[in-house]
């Protein structure tokens, strides 16, 4: 779904750069955090023993104490709920946490033990109010998977603090075990008595309004996302997904990984001339594009305006993952954005690629025994395949995957054998038998080359099976009407290459020797020595970020965007329907994951 844009200011390139908390937001966040510890606290911890104060305690119903005590302590989780989206400028958690205030302070004058956290929460109160302006962003794409993780988050919380309520109070009867104690919070979640009593009513009253008002935190707040309207995250719609298309017909030979645009659970944002558009999905508060933008290198700076545009509104903090050198340079030129080498992308021309010498041995020798063993390619368009054979392609690549997660995002498409993916290229290997023990997909790269899609391979079959479909690839290529085929990208390849030459220096070499180790679970130095074999030409890809204090966050929405931090089950859907396919990172096969 494209975002409509309006014409961007030059002016808004500084907060759109930051798409981050100002010092003001970051302040009021953290001390919105404070109040609401306090709050949990003076509920939890018995009240202090200020004689006077407990004088005018003691006026109020032990019913009508017992209960602020309860709502406090909700008061407080939900603060320190919302302290995060304070300081990421939210109008919901601006108007939230007025609400919670003013109910906060209420509240603390019941409990006159907590006047000191009513003043505090008064001064907060005229400064988020003084503040307002600052609370602009829009609300985050949602979905009702909130309400799971909010039902697990809550109740983990609420099994926590009720063990400390229990367990704070001096006037508990006997030495329940914890086996008690969790039992009594449990059931006390639900409204239910436990078995654990105290020697004073009062206390009880209070231990057991808190649980319950936890109980009944947990269960509203989940109820509330379960129920309220889906905000998803957008998708590709067909008419964006045409502009595209038209836009990749015009100017698709400018970047290898342009057509990965075409993900179908990817936003794109187009230009104010609609002549360049980019591509997008936001994670985690992280507004993340791949690749350069799309389309006429004039119209970029207006695409580029008008992503920050929306990043700023939103406050989500911008990224560019894997864009080339040439879109770096406009980005960080309009931007102001900082870039950083994260690896190389390998490129193969195919008119001068040979398997004759020295250096190509190891290639020739892997492809000549794999070919005497009976394995044999053949190199097609997806359109040459009929129902059947798209059907099996999905199924084999289902059950030749190894990870647990589909991975890939900014160079994989995210479906397999699609109609409007006809112009695809298709490699598959077969046995003596005819039976397909794997296959590469490729898909179009301008008029003049192809880049890799997925690489998938029946674990039982014999090795070589990746190198032996890489050189029918390139060698079939010219055939097809291609002369340059985009194989895996290779993570910081320059620190491997350089790490392990002769002199190499002390930092370098300890770069290098972290990233061999982290090779052990992600495939870094496999990765960059199977494209090495193909002597290719490598081209360098960079991650664009606003700050160093963003990179972080960045990078955990990029794990979780390829695939390498995932919480829910890969989907693989068959052919003709907008389905998710993807490369794994798995030992011992190198260039089965393509992107980080």
């Excluded at 309520?165 to 409204?191: K, N, Q």
């Excluded at 690629?353 to 190891?362: D, H, K």
């Excluded at 794999?370 to 390619?377: M, N, P, Q």
């Excluded at 009407?481 to 194989?487: P, T």
């Amino acid at each position: 779904m494209s975002v409509p844009a309006r014409a961007p200011r030059r002016s808004d390139n500084v907060q759109a750069r930051g798409g981050r908390a100002t010092w003001m937001t970051t302040w009021l966040g953290l001390i919105c955090l404070l109040i609401g510890l306090v709050d949990i606290a003076s509920a939890i911890v018995p009240r202090f023993r200020h004689s006077r104060l407990r004088e005018f305690a003691d006026v109020l119903p032990g019913t009508v104490s017992s209960v602020a005590t309860a709502a406090a302590l909700v008061v407080g989780v939900l603060l320190v709920m919302l302290a995060h989206g304070l300081r990421r400028r939210k109008q919901r958690a601006w108007r939230a946490a007025v609400a919670l205030l003013t109910l906060s302070v209420l509240l603390d004058l019941v409990r006159w033990h907590a006047l000191g956290t009513a003043v505090i929460s008064v001064a907060f109160l005229t400064a988020l109010a003084a503040q307002q302006h600052e609370f602009y962003a829009l609300s985050d794409p949602r979905t009702r998977w909130r309400a799971l993780w909010n039902l697990l988050g809550m109740g983990t919380v609420s099994v926590v603090l009720g063990l400390l309520i229990v367990s704070a109070h001096r006037d508990i009867v006997g030495d329940p075990s914890f086996s008690e104690r969790l039992r009594h919070v449990l059931l006390g979640l639900v409204g239910v008595t436990g078995p654990v009593a105290y020697s004073q009513p009062h206390t009880g009253d209070i231990v057991a309004f808190s649980l319950g008002a936890l109980g009944v935190t947990t269960a509203a707040t989940t109820a509330y996302l379960f129920l309220r309207p889906e905000k998803p995250v957008t998708t590709l719609d067909p008419a964006d997904e045409g502009r595209l298309r038209q836009l990749l017909a015009e100017n698709g030979a400018r970047d290898s990984i342009g057509y990965f645009a075409l993900r179908r659970d990817k936003s794109v944002i187009f230009s104010p001339t609609g002549k360049a558009a980019i591509a997008y999905r936001v994670v985690n508060g992280v507004m993340l594009a791949g690749g350069d933008p799309i389309g006429d290198p004039e119209a970029w700076p207006g695409a580029i305006e008008a992503f920050l545009d929306t990043a700023r509104r939103h406050a989500w903090v911008p990224a560019v993952m894997g864009c080339g050198e040439q879109g770096g340079t406009v980005w960080t030129r309009v931007s102001g954005l900082n870039a950083l080498e994260i690896g190389d992308e390998a490129i193969v021309d195919a008119t001068r690629f040979s398997l004759a010498g020295r250096q190509m041995r190891n290639v020739r020798q892997m492809v000549a025994r794999v070919t005497r063993a009976g394995y044999a390619c053949r190199v097609r368009r997806v359109a040459e395949l009929d129902d059947a054979e798209r059907d099996q392609l999905v199924r084999l690549a289902i059950q030749w995957r190894t990870a647990d997660a589909e991975r890939g995002f900014s160079m994989q498409l995210g479906r397999l054998a699609d109609p409007a993916d006809d112009a695809a290229t298709l490699v598959t290997a077969h046995d003596e038998s005819g039976e397909p023990r794997a296959f590469l997909h490729f898909v179009p790269w301008g008029a003049d080359g192809i880049s890799l899609d997925i690489m998938r391979r029946d674990r039982s079959a014999d090795p070589g099976l990746n190198e032996l479909m890489v050189v029918a690839a390139i060698e079939a290529a010219p055939r097809l009407g291609y002369r340059y085929v985009s194989l895996n990208f290779a993570a910081f390849r320059a620190a491997l290459a350089r790490g392990e030459r002769l002199g190499a220096g002390p930092v370098l070499k300890m770069w290098r020797g972290i990233l061999v180790l982290s090779s052990r679970w992600i495939q870094i130095e496999s990765l960059y020595r199977f494209n090495a074999k193909f002597r290719p030409d490598w081209q360098p890809r960079f991650l664009l970020f606003p700050a160093t204090r963003d990179l972080p966050r960045i990078g955990l929405a990029t794990l979780r965007v390829e695939g390498l931090l995932s919480f829910g089950k890969p989907k693989l859907r068959l052919p003709r329907v907008s389905g998710r396919s993807g490369r794994e990172a798995a030992s011992p096969a190198p260039s089965e994951a393509r992107s980080l």
